[in-house]
T-cell receptor
Framework: NAGVTQTPKFRVLKTGQSMTLLCAQD?????MYWYRQDPGMGLRLIHY???????AKGEVPDGYNVSRLKKQNFLLGLESAAPSQTSVYFC???????????FGSGTRLTVV | GNSVTQMEGPVTLSEEAFLTINCTYT??????LFWYVQYPGEGLQLLLK?????DKGSNKGFEATYRKETTSFHLEKGSVQVSDSAVYFC??????????????FGKGTHLIIQP
């Protein structure tokens, strides 16, 4: 009964480094989302996917790329990390987009 | 675009007090409305939802009614417990031509319940 699993849980990067955050869901959900959470800002949508092989931009997509090669996985990439990308990142998934999202436990990323 | 406004925190109450957290929204069409709760160090959990006007969502003693005329979805609980201490997020999901959008969140309300 894993639900949505995010790896890693914590990471510290130096400015300019790259990394990939992995999100995996075992509920056969079509829709997947990446959000970032910053103090006093709530959660903001970065990118999302409505099915395998599809991606779309959300509210704050700059500096991030995503891929959905398999239905169960949604990857978030940072090509050249910046201190402004220090945040907690949450992945979520939902069925058909009409229901509620199931969230992962988050990845805390610090860029120094 | 879509937006959600909820009351700023922290909100501090005594155990067994009545709770109201206000939430208003701006959206085109007929969005679905949600309340999520986040406990320290954890992800978000769905607390309740409503998908059309006048629907009442309820769970664990919490309830909220989808009021289209006032574009509101206020969260209420009759008697709070220390275990209700958490951050509460109001959110909406709109529907564009490509299907369901991502969630639009309010900034969150930190609730502190004192024994």
């Amino acid at each position: 009964n894993a639900g949505v699993t995010q790896t890693p849980k914590f990471r510290v990067l130096k400015t300019g480094q790259s990394m990939t955050l992995l999100c995996a869901q075992d509920m056969n959900h079509e829709y997947m989302y990446w959000y970032r959470q910053d103090p006093g800002m709530g959660l903001r949508l970065i990118h999302y996917s409505v099915g395998e092989g599809t991606t779309a931009k959300g509210e704050v997509p700059d500096g991030y790329n995503v891929s959905r090669l398999k239905k169960q996985n949604f990857l978030l990439g940072l090509e050249s990390a910046a201190p402004s990308q220090t945040s907690v990142y949450f992945c979520a998934s939902s069925t058909s987009g009409t229901g509620e999202d199931t969230f992962g436990s988050g990845t805390r990323l610090t860029v120094v | 675009g879509n937006s959600v406004t909820q009351m700023e925190g922290p909100v501090t109450l005594s155990e067994e007090a009545f709770l109201t957290i206000n939430c208003t929204y701006t959206a085109t069409g007929y969005p679905s409305l949600f309340w999520y709760v986040q406990y320290p160090g954890e992800g978000l959990q769905l607390l309740l939802k409503a998908t059309k006007a006048d629907d009442k969502g309820s769970n664990k003693g919490f309830e909220a009614t989808y009021r289209k005329e006032t574009t509101s979805f206020h969260l209420e609980k009759g008697s709070v417990q220390v275990s209700d201490s958490a951050v509460y997020f109001c959110a909406l999901r709109g529907y564009s031509g490509g299907g369901a959008d991502g969630l639009t969140f309010g900034k969150g309300t930190h609730l502190i319940i004192q024994p």
